[in-house]
């Protein structure tokens, strides 16, 4: 097995790495993604748009819902895959930016998913706002080669464009809904409506083609909607639907309830973690209650609980009335990677540092952004700290032994103490915080987070789950774009959930 980024500097993909094979999937042009583009701007406005007006996914999700309904889906929704009662299954998440940091997870992709009988796509299937025409490149191409279906979950940015093209790639063609009555004039539904962006007319063709990549039987994945669940061997997946805001409707919520009961082991997907950077969001339901309140009920017997949406990973194993529930962040698997090294020293949920894990490490996070900030302001000299560096700082400032050691002589100066509180680096409880850069914003709209912005090391990953009928083995494996982490993915992380005694519906 291949070194991780925890045993050496080289196995987090630093130093003079060979590039990987990656490319070669590539289409020969890919578009750039900026956020600086007034176009991509404002044809991603409905998030905003549905803070200030009133947030419509929920009534707009019953009318497709019903559309599925009357299509013939299954009215509870659930995916029945017979499988052994040990079987595999991959997860990936917030995948579809098109460009380097996606097609550099494939490789190793289909290499550790030799053996599995599905894979899960959890949030933002396709950038920036879920169209048609784009998911050729951002779904069809890159996983041509994986031989199993594909299921998933939209993100806030398949929202974009009201699940339509969402709902034609993985719900069979549904026709989109009736459109709601006509608002009131000078209401907020009606300013909403006015400026509401609507998708454009697909181009059949460039779609059928794009279909042909994944058109084999075994590849194809019917699901009954946006949310689901997934009967297979001893456990229930499910999957659900979190919108534009991260929240879930009334209808959504009744159905969880329902699809929570009973004594088989159950792990949640959902688009928006329950955990995540050291912080609790339950996850409301319109109505009352949170999904959280749904997982943690012992009668519901949830086992590990992984969101998408934030772009690398993170484990909280949470003590919940004398078990263990694992939650997940597992958004890393293609879109620009959001920093690790701004999660302050973890204390949530009984968790603490010696239980918390994450990819990129935050000495490995904070020495990719120094870098990103320094070729982006012209500053290297200022900001370009090395991994080791970070890797120390990163340590002092939240009064931790560093997961790689930094190595002899390494030194934490005043420079570096600069940079990393610049760039937004966590700290104790009990240090308050001084200025920092608010990164993750001042990155994603400033410096057009696209791949075409850096070189690897990417530090993606996506996960691999082996089903037992006793246990859950979840692995996270790196993806680098480096040639040495393609040929070996290596495994940044490892628990075995233990399954309670469990017995069909």
């Known amino acids: 097995m291949s070194d991780s980024s925890r045993d050496t500097a080289q196995g987090a993909g630093w130093g003079a790495a060979r590039p990987g094979t990656y490319r070669r999937l590539m289409p020969d042009h890919v578009e750039q993604l900026s956020w600086l583009k007034p176009r991509i701007l404002w044809a991603a406005r409905n998030g905003v748009l549905a803070s200030w007006f009133g947030d419509p996914t929920g009534r707009t999700r019953a009318r497709w819902v019903a559309r599925r309904a009357a299509a013939g889906a299954p009215a509870d929704k659930v995916i029945r895959r017979d499988v052994p009662e040990s079987f595999s299954f991959m997860v990936i998440g917030d995948t579809g930016e098109g460009g380097e940091s996606q097609y550099a997870v494939v490789p190793g992709f289909?290499?550790?998913?030799?053996?599995?009988?599905?894979?899960?796509?959890?949030?933002?299937?396709?950038?920036?706002?879920g169209s048609a025409d784009d998911y050729g490149d951002k779904f069809?191409?890159?996983?041509?080669?994986?031989?199993?279906?594909?299921?998933?979950?939209?993100?806030?940015?398949?929202?974009?464009?009201?699940?339509?093209?969402?709902?034609?790639?993985?719900?069979?063609?549904?026709?989109?809904?009736?459109?709601?009555?006509?608002?009131?004039?000078?209401?907020?539904?009606?300013?909403?409506?006015?400026?509401?962006?609507?998708?454009?007319?697909?181009?059949?063709?460039?779609?059928?083609?794009?279909?042909?990549?994944?058109?084999?039987?075994?590849?194809?994945?019917?699901?009954?909607?946006?949310?689901?669940?997934?009967?297979?061997?001893?456990?229930?997946?499910?999957?659900?639907?979190?919108?534009?805001?991260?929240?879930?409707?009334?209808?959504?919520?009744?159905?969880?309830?329902?699809?929570?009961?009973?004594?088989?082991?159950?792990?949640?997907?959902t688009g928006s973690p329950l955990y995540v950077d050291g912080e609790h969001h339950p996850c409301p339901i319109e109505g009352g209650g949170t999904v959280d309140d749904i997982v943690r009920d012992p009668e519901h017997h949830y086992v590990a609980a992984i969101g998408g949406d934030i772009h690398n990973y993170q484990r909280y194993p949470v003590r919940v009335d004398g078990r263990t529930i694992q939650y997940v962040v597992a958004g890393g698997s293609g879109a620009f990677t959001h920093a690790t090294h701004t999660i302050p020293r973890v204390s949530v949920g009984g968790v603490t540092e010696r239980e918390f894990r994450c990819y990129p490490l935050r000495g490995d996070s904070l020495a990719f952004y120094s870098r990103l900030y320094g070729r982006r302001l012209r500053l290297r000299r200022l900001f370009r700290l090395t991994e080791a560096e970070a890797a120390a700082v990163v340590a002092e400032r939240l009064g931790i032994e560093p997961a790689r050691a930094p190595g002899p002589g390494t030194r934490v100066t005043r420079r570096t103490r600069l940079v990393a509180g610049l760039l937004g680096t966590g700290r104790r409880p009990d240090r308050p915080a001084r200025f920092r850069l608010p990164v993750r914003k001042l990155y994603t709209r400033l410096f057009s987070p696209s791949s075409a912005t850096y070189s690897p090391p990417f530090f993606k990953c996506f996960l691999r789950l082996d089903v037992t009928a006793r246990a859950v083995r979840l692995r996270c494996f790196a993806a680098t774009g480096n040639l040495a982490q393609e040929l070996d993915p290596p495994v940044e992380d490892e628990v075995l959930i233990p399954l309670p005694a469990a017995r069909a519906d």
């Open 140 to 269: 069809f191409r890159p996983y041509q080669d994986y031989p199993g279906p594909i299921y998933a979950i939209p993100g806030n940015h398949d929202w974009y464009e009201d699940l339509g093209a969402f709902m034609r790639v993985f719900c069979a063609d549904t026709p989109p809904p009736d459109p709601e009555p006509r608002p009131r004039p000078l209401t907020r539904a009606w300013w909403r409506s006015l400026l509401w962006h609507r998708a454009r007319p697909a181009d059949e063709q460039r779609l059928a083609a794009a279909r042909a990549l994944r058109s084999a039987p075994g590849q194809r994945a019917e699901q009954p909607g946006p949310y689901w669940a997934i009967d297979a061997g001893p456990v229930r997946i499910v999957g659900i639907d979190t919108g534009l805001l991260g929240t879930v409707d009334a209808e959504q919520g009744a159905w969880l309830r329902e699809m929570s009961r009973g004594p088989r082991p159950k792990i949640l997907v």
């Open 110 to 129: 289909l290499r550790a998913s030799r053996g599995t009988d599905f894979a899960v796509l959890a949030s933002d299937v396709v950038y920036p706002v």
